[in-house]
């Protein structure tokens, strides 16, 4: 496949809302394999004896060939942007992230820029969305090498992977 920035070298703007908090999982056990992952600072994926694709967070059943995926794989921390959108300032009481006013909590302040993002890590076929810190948002593009940040003392959810910032 070619890399995509040779292709698209210019950055694509769209206006629009990516409300991140209300992405749900169909499957709360797999969950908490992948959260005990994280527990641990490791991506948990499962493998398909089949097709040989790694999906995390892991799956039962193979999406692509419909095989049992009963074994488990441990996929980098680091991996490319795949896809990214860049917030308008965040002001109080505009948008929630599970639930919670993050500017209100306190996680973020006020007129701070977000940049959700998929990030495909390396050994996985599958994307995570996460948080892209740590970087001047005109200097993010697509194929950008980024590896996990983790919570100081990580707690078994979600939140332990606190986002990915660049290499
Ligand atoms: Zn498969």
Not at 31 to 41: A, H, I, N, S
Not at 123 to 145: H, Q, S, W
Request: charged share 25%; glycine share 10%.
């Amino acid at each position: 496949m070619p890399y995509i920035k040779d292709k698209r070298p210019e950055t694509m703007l769209l206006e629009g809302e990516w409300n991140v908090g209300a992405y749900k999982y169909k499957a709360p056990h797999l969950l908490e394999e992948f959260v005990q992952g994280l527990k641990e600072k490791k991506l948990i994926g499962s493998m398909c004896i089949g097709c040989g694709k790694v999906i995390i967070p892991p799956r039962n059943i193979c999406g692509r060939c419909h095989q049992r995926m009963e074994g488990r794989i441990t996929v980098s921390n680091w991996g490319t942007v795949v896809c990214f959108v860049t917030s308008p300032p965040v002001e109080k009481g505009k948008f929630q992230v599970f639930g919670i006013d993050p500017v209100e909590s306190g996680l973020i302040q006020e007129g701070s820029v977000l940049i959700p993002t998929f990030v495909r890590f390396d050994g996985a076929d599958a994307n995570i969305v996460t948080e892209l810190c740590n970087v001047d948002p005109k200097d993010v593009f697509i194929g950008m090498r980024v590896k996990a940040i983790w919570a100081e003392e990580p707690q078994g959810q979600l939140s332990d992977l606190v986002g990915v910032e660049p290499i």
